[in-house]
């Protein structure tokens, strides 16, 4: 192995000092809304070590100057976010809310006359949510015969973004998916691998956007019939959750519905919605 390989490999056990914690925790609350309480400081080293030996800096002191000091933020922002954003995902997680969709949204829009369900996968991560939600609009459009849809996927992380597109996840995440869904699962050819890939039929349905929620405004396009944005507001404070909730708000159809994560709350925010089920809210 050649020396420089042999340095690329050692790990790099330097600490976070309290100063550019702070630093560190204050832009990353105000570029993602994501807060980092001190107890979260182990937990920031461990994953910004990759991105020191990426950077070349030896000591989170010089990253932290790199970046405060000498303008890397522009270069290194994107990097710096995927390296602190948490991406749990599964297919199907929290499925009352798949039932609920499949029960009662999707029959409600098609006695309305939608013909085209727009949807929106906010805080998509790895693609499970999405992928989800098109199987169960897929099985609604063949069991019914319509309305036709497209779903739009966005996160903060360029690096889930990647994942979703190209829809291959190892099977034992795929193990929530119904029997009566697993047509659109396809098996490698080559099972050792043990991973399987979504059907492009269901891949065509889904585009994928790289959108920060705490923007102002969100460049999606026209109003959204329907809105998951679950399990992403638990980082955020209350201010902070107000402020995105509204803005999915705006950019939902009056009459549409919107769901959060079964742990996440909208009490105490003025919003123009009315509870339709649990964690599922309709605009009036």
């Not at 980082?235 to 939902?252: E, G, H, N, P, S």
Request: proline share 4%.
């Amino acid at each position: 192995m050649s020396q420089a390989a042999v340095e690329a490999s050692e790990p790099i056990l330097d600490k976070i000092s309290a100063r550019n914690f702070e630093r560190l925790a204050r832009y990353i609350y105000d570029y993602s809304g994501i807060k980092m309480p001190s107890t979260k400081r182990t937990m920031l080293e461990g994953r910004l070590r990759r991105r020191l030996r990426h950077t070349g800096h030896e000591t989170f002191d010089d990253y932290c100057d790199y970046l405060f000091k000498e303008d890397g933020l522009d270069a290194e922002s994107v990097f710096l976010i995927d390296a602190v954003t948490t991406n749990k995902t599964d297919f199907f997680r929290e499925p009352k809310h798949f039932e609920y969709m499949a029960g009662h949204v999707l029959p409600e829009l098609k006695a309305a006359g939608v013909r085209r369900i727009r949807a929106w996968s906010a805080a998509c991560s790895l693609g499970a949510e999405p992928y989800t939600m098109a199987m169960v609009m897929q099985k609604f459009v063949e069991d019914q015969g319509g309305p036709d849809y497209q779903i739009l996927g966005t996160d903060l992380s360029t690096e889930v973004l990647e994942t979703a597109l190209r829809g291959v996840y190892p099977n034992e995440m795929l193990t929530p998916v119904p029997a009566d869904m697993r047509r659109w699962v396809m098996s490698a050819r080559d099972a050792s691998r043990r991973e399987s890939r979504i059907h492009p039929s269901l891949r065509a349905k889904l585009s994928l956007a790289r959108v920060n929620l705490m923007d102002e405004a969100y460049s999606v396009g026209d109003p959204f019939d329907m809105i998951m944005c679950r399990n992403v507001m638990i980082y955020f404070d209350k201010q902070t959750q107000a402020k995105v909730l509204k803005r999915l708000c705006d950019r939902l159809k009056r009459g549409g519905y919107l769901f959060i994560g079964h742990s996440e709350s909208i009490t105490g925010i003025e919003l123009p919605l009315v509870t339709a089920a649990n964690t599922v809210f309709r605009k009036i």
